[in-house]
């Protein structure tokens, strides 16, 4: 690949004391070592400044030098400031002989970067055309087979190193350790570490980043303590091997120790640490190792670090911290964007989540399969479908082969079927080659919320056929869809082939759904039954979802039992209230409804009020009830009174039995004229073309008045409307919901 520079010129500027010549050996040392092109590569912060330098060697002939041309190879494939390998392939392959130490460089680079098989390939082209390799050369490509996990290779570069007598090198010697011990042939480790004279800490390290990779703690834990003399680097991999697998108390202690040992913590240990605080949620101790980080140890600036530091206090709950460090960074990486980002999903900011994302792609930085994997749950969420797609597109485009794949593949189908696309879910599913159980699980739970039992089984008949066990989420999965179908008979065999078929020991979520598809049939007895022989204690979910059966099938008495225990576990959720005050207004019983509205108020607690959003041009628009303000709301109202022009027209009478009894009649149909998901969908007619499906999310149950409103509006105005609410989808189509009232 030619480089985008002239050729040397003829005649040389005055202003450069030096130029050289093509020869076949590199001027004198200390000429090259201060030359002014040379001094300026040490200050190259951006792509811009390393054209600039290179184009400068190459006016003064400097790139004719080996030693000049190692330099500047060597700045593109560690420069902590910019991603230099591309351009450093590009540089190499216009040098007629490079030398060894030019091979290595490339090598050390090709071995970091996430293109791991080049480096492999580049050793073997190295090879080929006459070079011998070196000491320095093999840590570069076992570091490369133990990313990689690519054992076969790793073991003929061991038979190499040790035909060229090359294992005798403290760092090849440890890097053959940490290459076995990365694809999981620990006795291999083990055999290279016990035949050796060098077990000095950095092999024991090596070794036990090994053990803590495949999992084996005890035996990290026992070699580490084996260990007279720990060095910075031997606590880390311990560290470390705690964090990876979720020892974060453990690591933490270990910190503790490492402290009163007065051994000095680097950026690594900090990193590490911090990253047990943040999921152990240890905000305290976070804070004071910020407090030590200002003060003493001088890595304020480290980006690694701060990255951390902004995943801590993101994940702990103190995004406003969060986001002061992350908008105090003079330069942010991939890594940066990715923390905060994920800390606003992991604390349900999935708004902020989709803003900061936007914000990131208008910076110029580039997201990977971290950023998506935190960006497609805040999609899913709030329903915003055309990013989703977008999204879709991008990592078809950029992300093929990447280490998460499947994972990207299982939430682009959580994504679709949570926007209401359940056959474009469909469609990645079956796109995929390789379906994780996750996947399937995903696929599954996506037919079951929009309430396809039958394609939900299919699937699973189809997933057993593959040989693939289903695993309690496969089961929840399954007895949900029964659930959101009715389909008790069906739920009953499912509830107990959970532990006589598949020996899997019920989950809450287990019983929840038995319970929820028992109340929905009206079988109090039988549900009450299964609470009492549950293991564990219900929950606030499984009480609200019998008191819901119990206003469906107008039972007060157990409805004022069920409210009772819900109101004791969880004295704060005005939902149960509100719930308990709809069952007495349903009945007629308003002076109980002024009761509990009396509580309430006492309590201080408010009623949750309805939240509705729809996704237009790829903005998300929300609304509450009576909202008036969208820059568009005289429009919308204009809609709302259209609609209900033609409602009335076609006969719909609002149910307002569950509307304060003290309001006037017109009142109450104001009231419910101006739910959420009425605006959203009066802002979705206006706002598309005739004939273009809308989707909305609301955050509540649909009540049955807007169900009812809904099912006509999609006939009136030859819409689909696929609405989603907090336990399930309905799709609304000529006059119809798919849920067939059952919900």
Not at 399 to 426: F, P, Q, W
Not at 596 to 623: A, Q, T, W, Y
Request: glycine share 6%.
């Amino acid at each position: 690949m030619a480089l985008p520079y002239p050729p040397p010129p003829l005649a040389v500027p005055s202003s450069y004391p030096f130029h050289f010549l093509p020869s076949s050996s590199d001027p004198p040392y200390d000429i090259l070592r201060t030359h002014p092109s040379l001094s300026l590569l040490s200050n190259c912060r951006t792509h811009q400044s390393l054209r600039e330098t290179h184009a400068q060697m190459v006016k003064t002939g400097l790139h004719n030098t080996n030693y000049a041309l190692s330099k500047l190879l060597e700045l593109c494939v560690v420069s902590p400031h910019f991603d230099g390998l591309p351009y450093a392939v590009s540089v190499f392959e216009t040098i007629q002989e490079p030398n060894l130490l030019i091979w290595n460089t490339m090598l050390r680079g090709l071995a970091s970067s996430s293109d791991l098989v080049s480096a492999l390939e580049m050793y073997v082209r190295m090879v080929s055309l006459g070079h011998v390799p070196n000491a320095y050369t093999f840590p570069f490509l076992l570091k490369s087979c133990a990313k990689s996990k690519t054992f076969e290779e790793g073991r003929q570069i061991h038979a190499q190193v040790m035909k060229l007598g090359c294992e005798v090198d403290r760092y090849v010697h440890t890097s053959l350790i940490s290459m076995y011990a990365r694809n999981g042939r620990l006795e291999d480790a083990r055999k290279v570490f016990d035949t050796s004279s060098q077990r000095d800490v950095v092999s024991c390290t090596a070794l036990i980043t090994g053990y803590a990779s495949r999992g084996d703690v005890r035996s990290a834990r026992k070699m580490f303590d084996e260990i007279t003399e720990r060095d910075v680097v031997s606590w880390n991999a311990m560290i470390t091997g705690y964090v990876e697998n979720g020892g974060y108390e453990e690591a933490l202690e270990l910190f503790k120790e490492m402290m009163r040992m007065n051994v000095r913590p680097d950026e690594g240990t900090l990193v590490s640490v911090l990253s047990a605080c943040a999921q152990s949620g240890s905000i305290e101790l976070g804070r004071e190792i910020h407090t030590l980080v200002d003060d003493h140890h001088g890595f304020g600036s480290s980006l690694k670090i701060v990255n951390a530091f902004i995943g801590l206090y993101s994940k702990c709950g103190d995004v406003e911290i969060a986001s002061g460090l992350f908008e105090g960074l003079s330069c942010k990486d991939v890594v940066s964007w990715n923390t905060l980002i994920g800390g606003y999903t992991h604390m349900n900011l999935y708004k902020e989540a989709l803003l900061l994302f936007q914000e990131m792609l208008r910076s110029g930085e580039s997201p990977n399969d971290v950023t998506m994997l935190s960006v497609l749950p805040a999609c899913a969420h709030l329903g915003a479908i055309d990013i989703g797609r977008w999204i879709h597109v991008y990592i078809d485009k950029r992300l093929k082969g990447v280490t998460n794949g499947s994972a990207l593949r299982t939430s682009l189908i959580d994504m679709y079927a949570k926007c209401g696309d359940i056959e474009a879910a469909h469609q990645v599913f079956n796109s995929m080659m390789h379906k994780s159980l996750s996947s399937w699980n995903a696929m599954i739970f996506g037919f079951a919320m929009h309430g396809r039992a039958n394609a939900a089984f299919d699937l699973f008949s189809r997933m057993r056929k593959n040989g693939i066990e289903p695993d309690d989420i496969t089961l929840v999965g399954l007895l949900s869809a029964c659930s959101h179908s009715g389909l008790l008979d069906l739920g009953r065999h499912i509830f107990k082939s959970v532990t006589q078929d598949y020996n899997i020991t019920p989950k809450l979520e287990h019983y929840g759904c038995m319970i929820d598809l028992l109340g929905h049939a009206g079988l109090f007895k039988e549900a009450e039954e299964i609470i009492h022989m549950m293991p564990m204690e219900p929950d606030g979910v499984i009480w609200c979802s019998l008191l819901k059966a119990c206003k469906m099938h107008g039972n007060l008495e157990l409805a004022e039992s069920f409210a009772q225990k819900l109101m004791e576990i969880e004295p704060e959720n005005s939902g149960s209230y509100v719930l308990l005050s709809n069952i007495y207004a349903t009945a007629g019983r308003w002076e109980d409804v002024a009761r509990i509205r009396e509580v309430l108020n006492g309590k201080g607690m408010k009623k949750v009020p309805g939240c509705s959003s729809i996704e237009i041009d790829s903005v998300v628009h929300e609304f509450i009830i009576g909202d008036k303000l969208h820059p568009q709301s005289r429009e919308i109202y204009r809609m709302l009174e259209e609609m209900d022009v033609l409602l009335e027209e076609a006969g719909f009478v609002p149910d307002t039995s569950e509307v304060l009894q003290e309001m006037e009649e017109e009142r109450k149909e104001g009231a419910l004229r101006h739910h959420s998901e009425k605006l959203a969908i009066a802002f979705g007619l206006i706002s598309t073309k005739p004939g273009t499906k809308l989707t909305v999310v609301k955050n509540l149950r649909v009540c049955r008045n807007c169900h009812e409103a809904t099912k006509l509006i999609s006939k009136i105005y030859n819409r689909e409307i696929v609405a989603r609410d907090r336990t399930r989808f309905h799709h609304f189509r000529d006059g119809v919901c798919s849920c067939c009232d059952y919900w």
